[in-house]
DNA sequence: ACAACAAGTGAAGCACCGTTCAGACCTTCA
DNA sequence: TGAAGGTCTGAACGGTGCTTCACTTGTTGT
């Protein structure tokens, strides 16, 4: 034998596996699925696009992984807040339209990208994946509040998905446009206002 | 001269136009925009691929027609059930709500095209403007019921874009799935109630 | 130093699909 | 009926972009 991968090797290669998929997810966010080639992600990471090909088997399997480790990133988060967020369910439904609301508006190109522009059809099965996902979290948020006598008897599931779709949608088109920060000032509150009418919150006094 | 077009023969491609516009219409229920190719929708029109393009410039003509004749019809019985479906906004709000659903899971395939199925991008500047349109009818009759004293101050165009969003996406899943009767029985008066508590409407009595 | 093998390269290959066009086939009217 | 001009056809074309592969460069252990 003359050859074996020594860890400063495969170090090597994380690392740049990991600059492919950053790079890829930057590119994704600026142009869209539609016009990240191969060709643009790979310049876009400095390699070449045969070496895209010893880091993923496809196109498609990388264009997967960017929206996986993105939208993982995004339903951890609203996750964690609705779970542990502190407060009573309401008060955590609140904060968790909130920060969504405002990392989504943080990060326009990228939230637009994974909530709404087209994508090859992988993605979209991903897509669909995780808004099961964001459903259910909300759903448990949903059920807590029923459950404390703090929101009326209701479908969580229903409610939780008319969450995820109204929120994305309030969203969509403010992220399809440049940067208004008077206009996002009041979006955000009246997103929660909305949210919290939507699951049967008592208004606030 | 030896030749002018006479009324028969003008019919005969009008007819031919309308055929084709409707075998378009059935394989994108069918298929998806994206399986939709030019030479699927001349097979199922009938007629080579040549005559295609005789009756439109090009495939994204043809599939922008498609989906602003099945959303102009739906964005129309939705205007018309909002504005004049009788009775008091609020009933006008319930009635446009089960109207919509009922519809859209009569042809869950089109339904899907036209709400969330990946689209060209012609296609999706289109579903922009009809969403934009939906936002208005809802948006107008929020104003009404706010107006009456009906239902509490919000923004009208948020509420109206989280109604947009909350329906599709709780019809989306459902579309994607084979018909479940029991469920989608249970689905709609749920979606109603969602809506109302969306809008801020009294809890019914 | 050198053999052995892995990683990296990028131009060529290839598949897919919208679009075209030269010719076949109709319809009209003198 | 025949000339003029329209309609229809579908194989061939061409652009786009993913994927491959023969080759170069880099790394390891003897």
């Known amino acids: 034998m003359a050859y074996r991968k020594t860890p400063a090797v495969q170090d090597r290669l994380a690392a740049a596996r990991e600059q492919l998929v950053a790079a890829a997810t930057a590119v994704v966010a600026e142009v869209g699925w539609a016009n990240a080639s ?40 609203l996750g964690e807040v609705l779970r542990d967020g502190g407060g009573d369910p309401v008060q955590r439904l609140t904060l968790g339209v909130t920060v969504f609301a405002r990392r989504a508006m943080e990060n326009r190109g990228l939230a637009h990208a994974l909530l709404a522009a087209p994508a090859e059809p992988a993605v979209g099965a991903e897509r669909l994946e995780f808004r ?72 606030a006094v």
């Open 38 to 77: 191969v060709t643009a992600v790979a310049a876009a990471a400095g390699m070449s696009v045969g070496t895209v090909y010893q880091h993923f088997p496809s196109k498609g399997a990388l264009a997967v992984e960017v929206f996986r480790r993105a939208s993982g990133r995004e339903v951890e988060v």
């Open 132 to 203: 099961r996902r964001y459903r259910a979290v909300f759903a448990e948020v949903i059920r807590e509040g029923t459950a404390a006598g703090l929101l009326p008897a209701q479908d969580p599931e229903v409610t939780a998905a008319a969450l995820t779709g109204a929120i994305g949608e309030v969203l969509v088109d403010p992220l399809s446009v440049p940067a208004e920060g008077a206009a996002a000032e009041h979006l955000v509150p009246e997103l929660v206002a909305m949210s919290l009418r939507c699951a049967g919150a008592a208004p």
